[in-house]
């Protein structure tokens, strides 16, 4: 199968020499994404466009790669003819074949480039196949403005292609073209999608976690900062940095009055943020923050925030309704794992100031003792996004079984979609992660349940939070043994 792979026309409006730099890093992009998914392909960068070919048993991965990489605007699958002799008559022949379904009863128009050496015209090819659909095809139409189908081809030297399907992308920059920042994750709908818009942008981009609420919090960050990475950011190596934040609360808790504390956190986080971003020699920092959604997101405690930190600040969602914000989350893949994770509100306030005051803050903030802050980001830990299954399965929270005794129960929690695409053999039940908590309710005491899923990671979380609820015969199930990294 064979695809073009179209720019975004944010890069097609460059100059020929940044166009090029683009293409160029879009292509080892994609070079490198489909290494690591184990997609045989060939490439060829072209002015316009990159040519990927791999065998057709791939198409549906390499369609996917293709589609959730950063700066691919449209994947055009194309079909290819090799033609004897390259004449009208040949040609035409050849793309009604494949295209006279799709024109009857619409308005059509041909679009044909040509490359190499030929009796005809590109114009010439268009009238001879706009001629013989008409004539193939019933009630076609032809419409060379407004047309309901576009009948696209190529003909190079004696090889002749025609695009049958149109794929959308991600659109946006490559990966890794426009610097790095640092985003503040939580691992709820707003870091989510605004990290993935960070990405999207071109913008090679890390994850900070302040960790409030435990073990459970940590592996939950952790598996949708995963995601993000191996959905669409596979062509280069991120970070993910933990920062335990139990302690900084503690202090604000007993130093910070309550309608100061929402703001204070955040600021603490982002002079956290800075110092991080400092010794990794990054500039921006990102946050999931949209005006107006809490109390520390009106434009006051907002400029609030930004004082404490030097650094630029990007809000993706500044602007956005959390309606939009969710809708993101579900076109991502990322809704069902955002909507199962725990608010963790270790501040609280009963009275959250709206419109903070520059002075006041400056008198509460010389209450707190930084100390705490400091010992937090000695404390941090930092692991390659890519080693963080491994990371997570080294030392689990929960006991990993390898083989099921008689009378356990094996629980394949993954996506559904993961379910069809790589059914478990082994007798089980399917209890998507989403559904646990309700399926636990009839638990048996006495029965051991496996929890399992691809990479170990969504079961360990998922595991881990049934026996805090009580659940204490929940294992992890991993028949493989520990996935490579």
Same mark, same amino acid.
């Given at each position: 199968?064979? #695809? ?17 730099? /683009? ?20 490439? =060829? ?53 494949? +295209? ?19 009796? *005809? ?39 002749? +292609? ?26 709820? $709908? %707003? ?17 900070? *976690? ?21 959905? $669409? ?17 503690? =202090? ?7 309608? #100061? ?42 400029? /609030? ?15 956005? %309704? ?14 069902? *794992? ?19 005051? $520059? ?14 802050? %400091? ?12 080693? /963080? ?53 009839? $638990? ?9 899923? %691809? ?7 998922? =595991? ?6 009580? *659940?204490?015969?929940? #294992? ?10």
């Amino acid at each position: 199968m064979r #695809y073009w792979v179209r720019f975004a026309p944010e890069i097609m409006i460059k100059g020929s020499s940044v166009r090029k730099q /683009l293409s160029a890093q879009l292509a080892e992009n994609l070079k490198a994404v489909f290494a690591k998914r184990g997609i045989e392909a060939t490439f =060829a960068r072209h002015r316009d466009r990159i040519d990927v070919t791999v065998a057709d048993p791939c198409a549906t991965a390499a369609e996917a790669a293709l589609t959730q990489t950063p700066g691919v605007n449209q994947a055009w699958r194309v079909k290819t003819a090799q033609l004897d002799t390259p004449t009208l008559d040949a040609v035409a022949a050849a793309i009604v074949a494949e +295209a006279a379904p799709r024109v009857t009863g619409k308005r059509f128009a041909v679009r044909a480039r040509r490359k190499g050496t030929h009796p *005809f015209t590109s114009q010439e090819i268009e009238r001879a196949v706009g001629a013989a659909l008409l004539a193939a095809a019933p009630n076609a139409q032809v419409d060379l403005t407004q047309p309901e189908v576009v009948v696209e081809l190529e003909l190079d030297g004696t090889q002749l +292609a025609f695009v049958d399907a149109r794929i959308p992308g991600l659109g946006g920059f490559p990966l890794g073209s426009q610097g790095e920042a640092l985003a503040l994750v939580s691992g709820g $709908f %707003d870091s989510t999608v605004a990290s993935f818009m960070s990405l999207r942008r071109g913008v090679r981009t890390h994850f900070l *976690f302040f960790n409030l609420g435990g073990a459970a919090h940590d592996l939950g960050v952790k598996q949708m900062s995963f995601y993000l990475w191996q959905r $669409f950011a596979l062509s280069h190596r991120l970070h993910f940095i933990s920062v335990p934040f139990e302690g900084v609360v503690e =202090a604000l808790l007993t130093q910070i009055p309550d309608s #100061y504390m929402g703001v204070m956190l955040k600021r603490l986080m982002l002079i956290a943020a800075e110092r991080i971003a400092d010794e990794m020699g990054i500039d921006a920092l990102v946050t999931g923050e949209s005006v107006a959604q809490v109390s520390s997101q009106t434009l006051r405690n907002l400029a /609030l925030i930004d004082s404490a930190t030097r650094k630029l600040v990007l809000r993706p969602l500044a602007f956005v %309704d959390k309606g939009e914000i969710i809708t993101w989350a579900e076109r991502i893949g990322a809704r069902q *794992f955002a909507e199962t994770m725990p608010e963790y509100c270790a501040v609280i306030s009963r009275h959250p100031v709206t419109h903070g005051s $520059f002075q006041r803050l400056a008198a509460v903030e010389r209450r707190f003792d930084f100390a705490r802050l %400091d010992e937090a980001i000695a404390a941090r830990e930092v692991t390659p996004v890519d080693q /963080l299954p491994q990371t997570i399965n080294a030392q689990p929270a929960v006991p990993v079984v390898t083989t099921p005794e008689a009378g356990d129960e094996i629980l394949d929690i993954r996506p559904p979609e993961r379910v069809k695409a790589a059914p478990l053999t082994l007798p089980h039940r399917v209890v998507p992660f989403f559904a646990l908590k309700e399926a636990a309710k009839g $638990f048996d005491p006495n029965r051991r349940y496996l929890l399992y899923c %691809d990479k170990g990671v969504l079961s360990q979380l998922h =595991a881990l939070r049934l026996r805090q609820a009580g *659940f204490n015969q929940v #294992y992890v199930f991993r028949p493989n043994g520990p996935p490579r990294p």
